[in-house]
């Protein structure tokens, strides 16, 4: 028999009770469905997860003060107020004798101060945005692009020029109608000059990232932060693959032009972007595995039923098995007819599974966009098939293995 | 034994092939207390082109016997021999074939595949004799012309009545051309008018020369036979030839 007749006749077998085939087809379609969009949600968040970390750059390295001394706060922070009396923060000085110590995977040392600030342009203003002071490097390494204008110079740094890249929230905020370009800002009462527009950037936490104001380090110093402890030196390695050497480097001399000597209790510390991202990535991927199992149990709880219904089948149809036998069917083929049946269900129920995880996808699911892998759909309905073969194993070999006369005297 | 030796006399002088030999059949259904002894000792011969009818009273193991000339079962004792096979021997795969290609069986209650057309219930056996699609429907449908079906070939049984399913269960037991057609009481289920088509498709049959085995308990039935075999209890007790019937 071809393939075609025997799909055809599998789907008589089925169609003679529908009822009892579609609710064991939609048995399997859940369990289908349920592994390919649970798959998807644990994809979707990785990939945000992802995202949201490759935002941050991975060649870079994150130096932070840990003992709290931040740069934040205000003018009064100075290296005399910190904890340790023997132990210095990380101050610009020390970033630029980092950035000239001449390290071999360094390529960029980059100071951050950060502080909040009100800004106001002639008609609104706008609390508690971030400002940030850096150098003009701080371009370099940050994954934030500026979109028009252009950014600050060295020069602009070396002249604590009052000047500003700000961000595109901020920048609608303060000047709805018209382009903030070239206009004039308030930071705190002191006039800036907008020569800069960051472009939009997706919100990885809690803060909008595009309400911000990035100025020339020297001139938030001079008029906000004072030159205490700077919040963040973000280190920039030559390339991707030098960054946990870079790191070493890096800790190696902090330690020595800060003075440490119990290194157990470090002033500052290194953060990797690339040893975050594979962190991430590896918990993104057990949470996947951890999805794929719950769906997998329903798909298997699918397959249950499968098994149920066959043997029902056959005992209904105990005396048609024994009409084919007398006409002289094999075992094989007894045993193929029912297969083809369970597979056929299965299938049916694998394809209206998939159909309902593609529709499903097109939804966000608790705030996560689901991403189908494209893998999982052939997987699904490889395994739908499979299961239909394994589950209908018991009942077919059943069928298969009556003995004519038995089979005949059923009523 | 003699009754036997009667058979085998037969089948000496006109010496047409026998196409099956039973040699002291029994059959037993159970075991201990409770077994019964529905065969005890059967020897028959039936040559090529025989219309043997089988009867006996209800119980006396008619379609027990039946059932072991089909296949469709094995005896407890005794030989069976089927188209030079010796049938006791087979492996369940060999059997299989015997009873797709030796064997066309007809039953009382016709049992026809439900939800397949009167086409696709002739042409099953075909299929699992391995017979292409076009060369299958061909076959097919000269059997439903043999029994005056063919305008009801894509009907389903349940749509036919009980004398048109038995003239398809015909069809398909003729299909394959087989070496024996067996008939267990093919009429008890049927109208006299419905009998009386089915028992001329036998006459027809029997004039073509197929062998053919039919069980019934009616004298009328039996009478249009060659032979007619009386079975009681499980044993033959008569084994005659019926008069003015050519051979
Ligand atoms: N499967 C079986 N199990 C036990 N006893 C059986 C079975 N089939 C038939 N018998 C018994 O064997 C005897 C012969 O039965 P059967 O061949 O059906 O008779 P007939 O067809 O002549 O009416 C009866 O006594 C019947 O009860
Ligand atoms: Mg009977």
New binding site residues.
Partial sequence: MSVFEILRSAMRGLTANKLRSILTLLGVMIGVASVILLLAVGNGSAQTVQNAISNLGTNTITVRPSNGGGGGGGAQASSSTSTSTSVKTITTRVSDQLASAGLGHVKEVVPQVTTSLTISSTTTSSDNVSVIGSTAGYFDVSTTKVASGSAFTQADVTTSAKVAVIGSTLATTLYPTGSALGQQISVDGTPFTVVGILATQSSAGFNDPNNVVIAPLTRVQKSYTGYGAVSTLTVEATDSDSVSAAEGEVGVMLNQLLGVTDTTNLPYTITNQSSLLETAAASATSFTVLLGAVAAISLLVGGIGVTNVMLVTVTERTREIGIRKALGATRGAILGQFLAEAATLTLIGGILGVVAALIGSRYQINGTQPVIIGYSIPLALGVSIAIGVFFGVYPAARAAAMRP?QAL?AI | MSIATQAETVAADSAPPLVLRLDGIHQV??AGEAA?F?LRGIDLAVASGDYLAIM???????????NLLGCLDIASEGIYELAGHNVSELTEKELAKVRNREIGFVFQSFNLVPRMSALANVELPLSYGGVRRIERRRRAMEALDMVGLVDRADHQPQELSGGQQQRVAIARALVTSPTLVLA?EPTGNLDSASTEEILSIFDHLAGQGRTIVI?THEEHVAQRAHRVLT?SD?LIVADRFNEGIAR
């Fill in positions: 006369i005297r | 259904y159970g019964v529905a006996g009273p209800s119980g006396s193991g008619k379609s027990t016997l039946m267990d069980i079975i499980g």
